[in-house]
């Protein structure tokens, strides 16, 4: 690609002036979604600037989620609308509502434990044992995402559920506790523990982490299902509709 003239407007900085040429050229599909951009220095060279100014309008266009890095592989254009149908502001798996990949597949292992004080912490109750839950999620053979649940032994009770058919228990967590619940209590943190938190299966990113940790209550004062959502910045996006 040749290089790129600039018309510039002393009142604007530089900046300002490199990130409405980029817009320009994204919108125009002169950079196609899903394609990488030139490095940064060969990026910098064509548009005329130094590669603090082309970075500083790459960050501009990273907030607005038209450009995502993705470290050790560069900048690339993303997708301007999400395919999801709505955001957190709706019950639902967050998995599927905030990773920005299909996924393909997922893995689940299931263990009882018993109620060390950081469970009875977390689900606000007592309870005789704990059924822990791993699942790891894959878009095209990559470990993209990780969850860790916790259930108390009455929910197993209460929903009949046996621990020995992981189908059943994957669709119950899925699916079938977003159907049931009466509500649930979300909280979004940020987090750098993702991948050794996900055991066996580390995540293919960076180190940064959306943390998703949701209670699922039915019609009582305890959750009856506790879900630790692990989501990487570089394949997740997060989305909130607020109406007055």
């Not at 980029?22 to 002169?30: R, Y």
């Not at 709505?86 to 434990?113: A, M």
């Not at 059943?168 to 977003?178: R, V």
Request: proline fraction near 5%; include cysteine.
């Amino acid at each position: 690609m040749d290089n790129i003239n600039l018309i510039t407007d002393k009142k604007e900085p530089r900046y300002v002036v490199v990130y409405d040429k980029l817009f320009k050229m994204i919108n125009e599909k002169t950079f196609p979604e899903n394609s990488r951009l030139p490095s940064e220095p060969k990026l910098a060279e064509m548009l005329g600037v130094s590669r603090t100014t082309l970075r500083q309008a790459l960050s501009l266009l990273i907030d607005d989620g038209l450009v995502k890095n993705i470290h050790g592989k560069g900048n690339y254009i993303i997708r301007k609308e999400s395919k999801k149908s709505n955001g957190l502001e709706k019950v639902g798996n967050p998995t599927y509502k905030c990773i920005d990949l299909s996924i393909d597949s997922v893995e689940l292992e299931i263990r009882i434990e018993p109620p060390s004080d950081y469970y009875l912490n977390i689900l606000g109750q007592k309870t005789v044992a704990v059924v822990c839950v791993d699942r790891w999620y894959k878009a095209k053979e990559e470990y993209i995402s990780y969850t860790f649940t916790i259930i108390p032994i009455e929910t197993i009770v209460d929903f009949n559920l046996d621990l020995n058919n992981k189908d059943e228990i994957l669709e119950f967590l899925e699916t079938k506790i977003y159907m049931d619940c009466s509500f649930t209590n979300t909280r979004i943190k940020f987090s750098t523990s993702g991948n050794f938190t996900a055991n066996n299966h580390p995540i293919t990113c960076d180190k940064k982490f959306y943390l998703i940790e949701e209670g699922i209550f039915k019609h009582k004062e305890f959750p009856i299902v506790f879900n630790k959502v692990y989501l990487p910045f570089q394949h997740s996006s997060l989305n909130l509709t607020q109406i007055k």
